[in-house]
């Protein structure tokens, strides 16, 4: 049961990787918000997530801290349920969406569309007419062809609030799947090549859109400032050409987001106060010299919010040699989990929920999904004597990981379950088979 009033120990050089409230639990388990993850797993079975409310708000409000004058916009990307996105509301936050349900969910979560940004390299007419029904703050174009279909939506009394996406040609971000600031990816409008003032000329032609800034996003899991800070002069160069060609003077300035974090102890995270010391001295910089008004920065971290927030719990099902490695199956893996497939993204693991041998050794964990690849660590120090029924806790696990979810193998996703001064409330609840039946049309 909770004991929050009992101080317990904190987590020492893992610390860093779990939400600041972890702390160690009674025989050898962690507990998150006052809560012991074995507690948990027992009441709402494996695999299973746990997302600490606090951790994700203090979290937000770290970064309206450190960024007082800008918008800081919630990707909801990373993990987005109503519950979310009236944290996010309440925060006081924008929120980024890039598809009709995101949107949807935001609205239906009293979600205020004025402080929505809608995104995406393809929007269906479909998304468009959503963001103009719901009243979407602001649209970011990616493309040309994007310009004359929204303003044919647009009914003639209004303008819609646009953004046009740049490309300003930094390499940025933890994988090649993830870096979007070069031309030889599919997001955005090159500045190099012209194609974005081509384009912000045409937006300036439409009476039914009102161009209130450049958008750019470099990447994902960037753990440096210096990539933003060298977007910063090639962006503000090209505000100032907008406004020598068109009189045009943009009021703001969308920076993106791939605030990375640290998954593993000892790992680098991009420190909020420290992105926003920079970014702002070097936007003022930059403006001054191209006699420019510094533009209201926007920026969109999803990761950095969410991801540390929350957990991942795993049941060991099975220990097992196979040639010169010790395998450790657990059930869950590349289904709730495909990081490390797709990026070569190594979670760090612990037991949890008993105290393990002092000695350790090295084993590699792996998920129930039918491939071979469905590993999730092929390095993971644990106690030697782990055995099946133990728990595997994950750390960092907020981001990318249920929002990317698949039921390969016809496997349910795994519930999410809040956790706040010691209480915990279901979230997602676990997908049935039932659930995945429920598309089949009766044959
Ligand atoms: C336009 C845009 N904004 C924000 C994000 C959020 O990225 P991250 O979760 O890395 O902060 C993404 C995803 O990379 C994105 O494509
Ligand atoms: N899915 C990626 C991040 C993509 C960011 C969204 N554009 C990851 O898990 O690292």
């Known amino acids: 049961m909770p004991s929050p009033s009992s101080p317990r120990p904190a987590l020492g050089a893992e610390q860093a990787v779990w939400p600041a409230g972890a702390r160690h639990g009674g025989g050898g388990d962690v507990s998150v918000a006052g809560i012991e993850l074995a507690s948990l797993a027992e009441?709402?079975?494996?695999?299973?997530?746990?997302?600490?409310?606090?951790?994700?708000?203090?979290?937000?409000?770290?970064?309206?801290?450190?960024?007082?004058h800008a918008d800081i916009a919630y990707a909801g990307k990373a993990f987005l349920t109503r519950a979310v996105a009236s944290w996010v509301r309440d925060?006081?936050?924008?929120?980024?969406?890039?598809?009709?349900?995101?949107?949807?969910?935001?609205v239906a979560a009293g979600f205020p569309a004025e402080?929505?940004?809608?995104?995406?390299?393809?929007?269906?007419?479909?998304?468009?007419?959503?963001?103009?029904?719901?009243?979407?703050?602001?649209?970011v174009l990616d493309n040309?062809?994007?310009?004359?279909?929204?303003?044919a939506l647009v009914p003639t009394y209004d303008r819609q609030g646009v953004m046009v996406r740049v490309i300003?040609?930094?390499?940025?971000?933890?994988?090649?799947?993830?870096?979007?600031?070069?031309?030889?990816?599919?997001?955005?409008?090159?500045?190099?090549?012209?194609?974005?003032?081509?384009?912000v000329a045409r937006v300036l032609d439409q009476p039914?859109?009102?161009?209130?800034?450049?958008?750019?996003?470099?990447?994902?899991?960037?753990?440096?400032?210096?990539?933003?800070?060298?977007?910063?002069?090639?962006?503000?160069?090209?505000?100032?050409?907008?406004?020598?060609?068109?009189g045009a003077v943009l009021p703001e300035l969308d920076l993106g987001g791939g605030h990375g974090i640290a998954?593993?102890?000892?790992?680098h995270a991009l420190d909020p106060g420290a992105f926003a010391e920079d970014v702002t001295r070097h936007l003022a910089r930059a403006c001054e010299k191209a006699d420019l008004p510094v533009p209201r920065l926007v920026v969109e971290p999803g990761r950095a919010l969410i991801g540390p927030a929350a957990v991942a719990v795993y049941r060991v099902l099975v220990v097992k040699r196979t040639g010169c490695r010790t395998f450790v199956a657990v059930d869950g893996g590349m289904n709730d989990n495909p990081r490390p497939a797709l990026y070569g993204a190594r979670p760090s693991l612990r037991l949890v929920g008993r105290?393990?041998?002092?000695?350790?050794?090295?084993?590699?964990?792996?998920?129930r999904f039918c491939e071979a690849g469905d590993v999730l660590a092929p390095d993971a120090v644990l106690p030697e004597d782990i055995h099946p029924g133990d728990l595997l806790a994950a750390p960092a696990a907020g981001a990318y990981q249920m929002s990317m979810a698949s039921n390969y193998n016809l496997v349910g996703r795994p519930p999410v379950v809040a956790v706040r001064d010691g209480r915990a409330r279901l979230m997602l609840r676990r997908e049935t088979t039932i659930d995945l039946m429920a598309r089949e049309v009766p044959w």
């Open 144 to 151: 040309t062809a994007e310009i004359s279909r929204l303003a």
């Open 168 to 199: 300003p040609g930094i390499a940025a971000g933890a994988h090649k799947a993830v870096r979007t600031g070069t031309t030889d990816q599919k997001f955005g409008l090159s500045v190099e090549h012209g194609a974005a003032e081509n384009a």
């Open 91 to 106: 925060e006081g936050l924008h929120l980024d969406v890039c598809s009709h349900g995101e949107l949807e969910l935001a």
């Open 263 to 267: 998954y593993r102890p000892g790992e």
């Open 43 to 68: 009441r709402f079975g494996t695999p299973l997530y746990v997302l600490d409310e606090g951790e994700f708000r203090n979290r937000c409000r770290a970064y309206r801290e450190a960024l007082p």
């Open 115 to 139: 402080r929505i940004i809608l995104h995406g390299n393809v929007k269906t007419p479909d998304e468009l007419r959503a963001a103009l029904r719901h009243g979407v703050g602001r649209i």
């Open 208 to 246: 039914r859109l009102r161009l209130v800034g450049l958008h750019c996003h470099l990447g994902s899991q960037i753990t440096s400032v210096r990539p933003f800070l060298a977007a910063i002069p090639r962006l503000v160069a090209l505000m100032a050409r907008i406004r020598d060609r068109h």
């Open 355 to 367: 105290e393990g041998s002092a000695a350790t050794r090295t084993f590699t964990v792996v998920g």
